[in-house]
């Protein structure tokens, strides 16, 4: 686990992101809030000089347990509180909503959960969850996020896709209204079926997409491109990077009974983006891939704008 963890727990089968300490039984929000290490309270401390002369404009966000200084920030910023964001997600989710992780980051500068939604999807014989992820930071570094995350279940292979007819996230600064801005949100994410929707015509277009050995090489070519003046190294690790993909295309157990199309070859990539190791792993690397289930990840939208625009 990374040493910017700071806690957070997870529900039995470790998350795709492979952080956290493992509960035996999905928590509602209360209990999550205390697992998680998140039952604390920003507050809004005077900044002063070394003198003692107050710093106009400006406040701390302190965690109210410890002293922790999380950020210095303008007036215009407004807190949302942990429990807030768990308030969010149970009211936009509805009663009986568990969660399957949450947790601290960087000393408390950056929070988030992860709610399993109620709903089942199976599209073209694949059963599809979706997570609602809520993403908060505390030290005026970052905006909050909330997003919808398919995940496919049999590989755990997250297939957020970008697409042009349904939206999958929000995103807000701490600034204004946030009550207003959470109903937004709210109002947003109520789309979430629509995203599905639009997920399983994707999906059954991938499907029907029939690909040759040579398109996917070609593909493969598109997302590593190489550099004129690369160096030998680079060389080898685009080689390295275009190789894994192919190998999980070729040989992944789940996409065995999955014929050679485009569905085959983004999930090969989403294999690969979800669950592959970095060339050279940063002590922020889990983070930074949980981050994407909100942001998105490029090269999953690369194949897949590559084998829709076939």
């Not at 050995?213 to 160096?231: M, W």
């Not at 485009?262 to 090969?268: D, M, P």
Request: with cysteine; proline share 3%; hydrophobic share 40%.
């Amino acid at each position: 686990m990374s040493a910017a963890v700071e806690t957070m727990f997870y529900h039995r089968e470790r998350p795709w992101h492979g952080l956290g300490t493992m509960v035996m039984e999905a928590p509602d929000s209360r209990e999550a809030l205390r697992l998680a290490g998140l039952n604390w309270q920003v507050v809004q401390r005077p900044v002063m000089t070394d003198e003692g002369f107050p710093i106009h404009g400006f406040k701390a966000n302190v965690r109210d347990t410890d002293g922790q200084v999380l950020g210095i920030v303008t007036d215009r910023y407004r807190v949302v509180q942990n429990e807030d964001a768990f308030a969010f997600t149970d009211e936009l989710l509805g009663e009986g909503v568990t969660y399957e992780t949450a947790g601290s980051l960087q000393n408390g500068r950056r929070t988030w959960l992860l709610a399993r939604l109620p709903q089942r999807y199976i599209i073209s014989g694949d059963e599809i969850t979706p997570y609602l992820v809520f993403m908060n930071s505390h030290d005026g570094s970052g905006s909050i996020k909330a997003a919808m995350t398919p995940v496919r279940v049999v590989c755990q292979n997250t297939l957020n896709l970008a697409l042009a007819t349904a939206k999958r996230s929000w995103a807000t600064h701490h600034t204004g209204d946030i009550r207003g801005k959470l109903q937004n949100a709210r109002e947003t994410l109520l789309y979430a079926e629509q995203y599905m929707a639009e997920l399983g015509k994707a999906i059954d277009r991938l499907n029907h997409q029939k690909l040759s050995d040579h398109q996917v090489l070609d593909y493969l070519d598109a997302l590593f491109p190489l550099l004129d003046n690369a160096t030998e190294q680079q060389r080898k690790n685009i080689v390295r990077m275009k190789e894994d993909v192919l190998t999980r295309y070729r040989e992944a157990p789940d996409l065995q009974h999955v014929g050679k199309n485009a569905y085959r070859f983004v999930n090969a990539v989403s294999d690969f983006a979800t669950h592959a190791k970095p060339l050279k792993e940063r002590a922020n690397y889990r983070e930074s891939l949980f981050a994407r289930t909100v942001d998105g990840n490029a090269l999953i939208d690369k194949a897949y704008d590559l084998a829709m625009a076939a």
